[in-house]
């Protein structure tokens, strides 16, 4: 298993496959399906690259990976990375899901539950950022690699993390909204009010997310009313949508969460109301879909389903002892209509018909090869390689 201060690299004589852009006429679900990903643009410990994954994996190896849940359609596309990318490289994955945000106490026994099952390795998107650390320990003292996926895990025994830059996706939705500020200002008659929504309370992606935000525009004198916290479910993201609109019906822009963000689209249309100005933190198909429409004005995308493959790459380089980063960073991309023109979709999008890619892993052998060896708090990078990256952490 490589730790924190092994080099990452691509392995000698990989070739990287061109990129591929796709334009929102020939998206389809073969283009969707294509296992040509990379290269993509990633910061490995602090130095940004092309990400190239390995051709196969050696070995069938067993992994188990757990996600929050299912109400927010961005985990749909992870889970169908996941499975995507086991497939490709030629290894058995099993993917569960928690249910919800609320959920920590069910994902803690789904992680019991996976080490019954004796995997070779593990991936997590976690419901919080500290609730799993005993069992993280655990599994790192039976030698085996656990991926931080996506959602940002505190403990030192993760092996390799595999992050959106939380910040940076908030930030570009303040800065789109910095930018508009006088023409939006002077359409109102009024200084410019900002309703926020920022997702579930204690996540890590979510308590990043809005201290970035909030900075910029309050530094900016910007007047933001804070619609709550929730669970990224359409239901309970409505309810924060209209309890922010009774409470201040003359909201100028709505800005939060994908979900909250489609909630808002839907109630707006609703009203008839086509003066409330949209901007998303995240991007999933169906945000995509009313960025193209002009129903929503910006959206962030840090490429779910890539994250989602490179989790099962960094697993396998984990295990086959090939070189791979610590700190692993998507870079993120503005979307906004002109922009999603030219845009690769299949970093975000399910093919059409696709849904939640849920399935067991099977108890069958045992793991395919030996412990690693107890795993060790990662120690200091070498000089030059950053610690966790601008945007991890609240």
């Given at each position: 298993?490589?730790?924190?201060?092994?080099?990452?690299?691509?392995?000698?004589?990989?070739?990287?496959?061109?990129?591929?852009?796709?334009?929102?006429?020939?998206?389809?679900?073969?283009?969707?399906?294509?296992?040509?990903?990379?290269?993509?643009?990633?910061?490995?410990?602090?130095?940004?690259g092309p990400y190239v994954p390995l051709a196969r994996a050696a070995h069938p190896w067993r992994i188990c990976a757990l996600l929050p849940g299912t109400q927010d359609k961005?985990?749909?596309?992870?889970?169908?990375?996941?499975?995507?990318?086991?497939?490709?490289?030629?290894?058995?994955?099993?993917?569960?899901?928690?249910?919800?945000?609320?959920?920590?106490?069910?994902?803690?026994?789904?992680?019991?539950?996976?080490?019954?099952?004796?995997?070779?390795?593990?991936?997590?998107?976690?419901?919080?950022?500290?609730?799993?650390?005993?069992?993280?320990?655990?599994?790192?003292?039976?030698?085996?690699?656990?991926?931080?996926?996506?959602?940002?895990?505190?403990?030192?025994?993760?092996?390799?993390?595999?992050?959106?830059?939380?910040?940076?996706?908030?930030?570009?939705?303040?800065?789109?909204?910095?930018?508009?500020?006088?023409?939006?200002?002077?359409?109102?008659?009024?200084?410019?009010?900002?309703?926020?929504?920022?997702?579930?309370?204690?996540?890590?992606?979510?308590?990043?997310?809005?201290?970035?935000?909030?900075?910029?525009?309050?530094?900016?004198?910007?007047?933001?009313?804070?619609?709550?916290?929730?669970?990224?479910?359409?239901?309970?993201?409505?309810?924060?949508?209209?309890?922010?609109?009774?409470?201040?019906?003359?909201?100028?822009?709505?800005?939060?969460?994908?979900?909250?963000?489609?909630?808002?689209?839907?109630?707006?249309?609703?009203?008839?109301?086509?003066?409330?100005?949209?901007?998303?933190?995240?991007?999933?198909?169906?945000?995509?879909?009313?960025?193209?429409?002009?129903?929503?004005?910006?959206?962030?995308?840090?490429?779910?389903?890539?994250?989602?493959?490179?989790?099962?790459?960094?697993?396998?380089?984990?295990?086959?002892?090939?070189?791979?980063?610590?700190?692993?960073?998507?870079?993120?991309?503005?979307?906004?209509?002109?922009?999603?023109?030219?845009?690769?979709?299949?970093?975000?999008?399910?093919?059409?018909?696709?849904?939640?890619?849920?399935?067991?892993?099977?108890?069958?052998?045992?793991?395919?090869?030996?412990?690693?060896?107890?795993?060790?708090?990662?120690?200091?990078?070498?000089?030059?390689?950053?610690?966790?990256?601008?945007?991890?952490?609240?």
């Open positions: 298993m490589a730790r924190a201060g092994v080099p990452p690299g691509a392995e000698a004589g990989q070739k990287a496959p061109p990129p591929a852009h796709l334009s929102p006429a020939n998206v389809s679900r073969d283009n969707l399906s294509r296992d040509n990903w990379s290269p993509v643009s990633v910061s490995r410990d602090g130095r940004v961005f985990w749909w596309g992870v889970s169908w990375g996941l499975v995507r990318e086991a497939e490709r490289q030629g290894v058995v994955i099993g993917v569960y899901q928690a249910g919800g945000y609320d959920k920590l106490d069910v994902q803690k026994a789904q992680l019991d539950t996976c080490r019954t099952l004796k995997p070779d390795a593990y991936i997590v998107a976690a419901i919080t950022s500290d609730g799993l650390d005993a069992q993280v320990a655990a599994i790192a003292d039976g030698g085996r690699p656990l991926i931080d996926l996506i959602n940002g895990m505190a403990s030192p025994y993760v092996t390799a993390h595999i992050l959106g830059n939380f910040r940076e996706n908030a930030r570009f939705g303040a800065n789109y909204i910095l930018e508009h500020r006088a023409d939006w200002e002077k359409a109102a008659g009024r200084p410019l009010k900002v309703g926020w929504l920022p997702g579930p309370k204690g996540a890590e992606w979510a308590d990043a997310m809005e201290a970035s935000a909030l900075d910029a525009l309050r530094r900016a004198g910007v007047e933001v009313i804070h619609g709550g916290y929730g669970a990224t479910g359409m239901s309970t993201q409505m309810d924060l949508v209209r309890a922010l609109f009774d409470r201040v019906p003359d909201v100028d822009v709505v800005f939060g969460n994908a979900v909250a963000i489609q909630a808002a689209a839907n109630y707006l249309r609703s009203r008839h109301d086509g003066g409330t100005h949209l901007v998303a933190t995240y991007a999933t198909d169906g945000i995509t879909d009313l960025v193209r429409d002009g129903t929503i004005e910006l959206a962030v995308s840090d490429s779910p389903i890539v994250q989602a493959r490179i989790a099962v790459d960094l697993a396998v380089r984990a295990l086959e002892g090939r070189p791979h980063g610590v700190w692993n960073v998507m870079t993120v991309d503005r979307l906004d209509r002109a922009r999603l023109a030219g845009y690769d979709l299949s970093r975000i999008a399910v093919p059409e018909g696709a849904r939640f890619q849920l399935r067991p892993l099977s108890p069958l052998g045992p793991p395919l090869g030996p412990p690693l060896g107890p795993s060790v708090p990662p120690g200091p990078l070498p000089a030059g390689v950053g610690g966790p990256p601008p945007g991890w952490g609240s």
